[in-house]
């Protein structure tokens, strides 16, 4: 099993429509991050945690809303999709010292 | 400027080849840098960590130049296997927040 999943890998929605991106990780880490990928931007930061209590912004956090539930499980939202939030969504998590980040398998979401 | 900037490619190369990137970043700040190997379709995988004193993994070579900010891998004898976008990234001063570049594709070929 994955040490990071995400659910679901792929979803087709609609403009408008609410949608959650769930995480969850086996690793023990506090720290879990969401990075959205666009061809020939590289990965930016939608939003990260580094426990339970704590939520920041990262570069890219407008239309876009997350929620830290328990150490293990972090949810990404979009409350009203638009299709320009058509992407690769990634979820990842890392130690508490050092940038060795681990990345879940993606999770492909096209807004029509 | 982007932060983290790198030549997106492709670089087609034959078996056997060595090859070289680069990525400069803009932070002087900067503490932390890596690769990371990210397959079509696939999440991101870290390849290396890269050190001032320069760091060697089989036929992978990653050194920093800090003065000029640029952080360089060089892959000797490609494989096939190799095919794949390398991710350069750039950690801030804590070494906990990372900036990725947006990678350079390689595609070797027989």
């Known amino acids: 099993d994955a040490d990071v999943t995400q659910t679901p890998r792929n979803r087709i929605t609609k403009t408008g429509k609410r949608i959650m991106l769930e995480c969850s990780q086996t690793?023990?880490?506090?720290?879990m991050y969401w990075y959205r990928q666009d061809p020939g931007l590289g990965l930016r930061l939608i939003y990260y945690s580094f426990d339970v209590k704590d939520i920041n912004k990262g570069e890219i956090s407008d239309g876009y809303s997350v929620s830290r539930q328990a150490q293990a499980k972090f949810s990404l939202s979009l409350e009203s999709a638009i299709p320009n939030q058509t992407a690769l969504y990634f979820c990842?998590?890392?130690?508490?010292?050092?940038?060795?980040?681990?990345f879940g398998e993606g999770s492909r979401l096209t807004v029509l | 400027r982007k932060e983290v900037e790198q030549d997106p490619g492709p670089f087609n190369v034959p078996e056997g080849a060595t090859v070289a990137f680069n990525c400069t970043y803009s932070n002087s700040a900067s503490q932390s840098f890596f690769w990371y190997r990210q397959d079509c379709r696939k999440e991101p995988k870290l390849l290396m960590s890269?050190?001032?004193s320069g760091n060697e993994d089989g036929r992978f070579t990653a050194q920093l130049n800090r003065a000029s900010q640029y952080i360089s891998l060089l892959i000797r004898d490609s494989k096939l296997s190799d095919s794949a976008t390398y991710l350069c990234v750039v950690g801030n001063n804590a070494g906990n927040m990372l900036t990725f570049g947006g990678g350079t594709r390689l595609m070797v070929k027989p």
């Open positions: 890269v050190y001032s």
């Open positions: 690793k023990g880490h506090d720290r």
């Open positions: 990842a998590t890392s130690e508490s010292l050092g940038g060795k980040v681990f």
